[in-house]
């Protein structure tokens, strides 16, 4: 990631999101590899690997992709809340 930083500052822009939704669905294999993955974590790492590659086709398309990654993010933060708003234990 160190050496990606250094790179996007001559890649164009759409490579940057791209490297970091890569990512992010690299870090989630780790931790299924390690056993310390779940099923959402999963779904959300088949979600990114699905679209990931559309910013080699359509700019607006991959811009659409993200938000609905986004979206799906912030679904898996919610449903692994507590009422009071943390994290509970058992949806770790």
């Known amino acids: 990631m160190a050496t990606s930083g250094r790179n996007l500052i001559d ?7 791209f490297r970091l939704v890569d990512a992010a669905s690299r ?13 959402r974590l999963s779904t959300l ?3 990114i690997d699905a679209g990931k590659y559309s ?4 700019a607006d ?4 992709y993200l938000d609905e990654v986004v979206d799906a993010v ?8 507590s009422e009071g708003g943390e ?3 058992t949806s770790m």
Do not use: A, W
């Open 45 to 47: 790492r088949e979600r």
């Open 55 to 58: 910013v080699m086709v359509d």
């Open 61 to 64: 398309e991959f811009k659409n």
């Open 87 to 89: 994290v509970s234990r």
């Open 11 to 17: 890649e164009t822009p759409l490579y940057g999101p």
């Open 27 to 39: 870090l989630i294999d780790i931790l299924e590899q390690e056993g310390i993955g779940s099923s």
């Open 74 to 81: 912030v679904d898996h933060m919610d449903s692994g809340t």
